[in-house]
């Protein structure tokens, strides 16, 4: 298995390709993981028979190492859109995951307002057939669900709250997208539900419409699926500008009585953000199954700050999360944020015994001039990464992503 790692073909990667030698060094430490290392706490690590099918994964993984699968993977070609052309990509997808040592998948199934399942709240994605809202005819999650556990890998549907689109992305909006309901209905005028930032659409997280309407879709996931986990990434706020939401927040001033204290916007932000993690929050475990939620913010404590991501609060307090993965996409020695301080300094933030750590870790940088340069200075940065976590007694580590362990020579 070692050895078809190392014939890994050239992987794409943001600034061009990468060489098999350092991205199978990278994933070597992943086929030797450590046996002291939990990937679910002692009390999660049965799965109840009831809630899962006679193909679950195995319930005694000893170490979360996981992979991201964005919904760019899962995009069919326009002669290849069947069910039996879509099974075909899902075994080929975790079979090299399973070859690579990985026992966990982070299927992202709502890259949109949209769904890669059916779903009573959103419409079918685009990247199934091509355009949003059509049926391709069979359940992609499902499937993907069953081969997972076939071959003893979780899966956690990872879903972005707030992104409606991006410029460009999906090419059209079906009648059916909640945006476009919302946007035709006239009742909706009495309360902002969405914001434009550079060129891409966002639902607003102060409008409780929008809270209810992620929370409904969280709980459909989790009573309609055998999924492990369901995670949100770093998508909040896009960002600082007060004139973003301005017309949500000038309403919720207007809302509060004489004399009451007024939030500062960023903090008001991050109150609306922490109602709707508690709400999902609750919907997984009402499902009565053993899923498990999670964040993966992005690694600047500074920048989640910015995006009114309440860090502290979901670190130190039950009722937010099983566990949180910050995107520590850096090296050893970047210029700023080396890893191991940032890393120790996220170990030192983890105050409730309820929550995991995971880290998130980049293959696309491997072999690349990012970051000053920093990641041409080894070619075992990824592997040195993992072992410093695993000397902190970390939870695990997922790593973004399976595009660029996509293709390797049999």
């Not at 992620?214 to 009573?223: K, P, W, Y």
């Not at 090296?331 to 944020?337: A, G, I, K, L």
């Amino acid at each position: 298995m070692k050895k078809l790692l190392f014939k890994m073909l050239l992987i794409s990667a943001y600034t061009g390709l990468l060489l098999t030698a350092l991205i199978s060094l990278a994933l070597y430490s992943v086929l030797e993981p450590a046996e002291t290392s939990s990937y679910r706490s002692a009390e999660n690590s049965s799965h109840d028979e009831s809630s899962h099918s006679d193909t679950e994964p195995q319930s005694d993984i000893q170490e979360m190492r996981g992979i991201w699968l964005p919904f760019m993977c899962l995009t069919l070609s326009r002669d290849e859109q069947s069910e039996a052309a879509f099974r075909k990509k899902a075994c080929e997808i975790l079979d090299k995951c399973a070859l690579c040592g990985l026992n966990a998948v982070i299927m992202q199934v709502r890259p949109f307002s949209d769904a890669l399942y059916p779903s009573e709240y959103y419409p079918w994605s685009h990247i199934l057939t091509g355009k949003q809202g059509a049926d391709p005819g069979y359940d992609p999650l499902k499937i993907m669900v069953q081969e997972a556990h076939k071959r003893s890998i979780a899966l956690h549907a990872w879903i972005n709250p707030f992104r409606i689109s991006t410029a460009g992305a999906p090419p059209e909006l079906s009648s059916d997208n909640p945006y476009i309901r919302w946007k035709n209905d006239s009742s909706m005028n009495d309360e902002p539900f969405y914001f434009e930032y550079e060129n891409c659409l966002y639902f607003d997280p102060s409008s409780s419409r929008v809270r209810e309407l992620i929370i409904n879709g969280v709980r459909e996931l989790a009573e309609n699926y055998d999924i492990d986990g369901i995670q949100i990434d770093d998508y909040f706020y896009p960002s600082e500008d007060e004139s973003l939401d301005a017309e949500s927040y000038e309403k919720y001033k207007s809302t509060l009585s004489s004399g009451s204290d007024v939030l500062p916007q960023t903090e008001w932000r991050k109150s609306c953000i922490n109602m709707l993690i508690c709400g999902m929050y609750t919907a997984v475990h009402s499902a009565g199954k053993d899923i498990v939620f999670g964040i993966a913010p992005q690694c600047n404590f500074e920048n989640n700050e910015k995006m009114s991501a309440d860090i502290e609060s979901w670190c130190s307090r039950s009722g937010y999360v099983d566990y949180i993965c910050p995107q520590l996409y850096i090296s050893n020695d970047h210029p700023v944020f080396p890893f191991e301080s940032l890393a120790a300094e996220w170990c030192g933030s983890i105050k409730s015994e309820n929550t995991l750590l995971y880290f998130g870790l980049c293959l696309y940088k491997v072999g690349t001039d990012a970051d000053s340069g920093t990641w041409l200075t080894g070619e075992d940065i990824i592997k040195s990464q993992i072992s410093f976590l695993r000397r902190r007694g970390v939870n695990g580590f997922i790593l973004y992503s399976y595009e660029y362990i996509n293709n390797y020579e049999q």
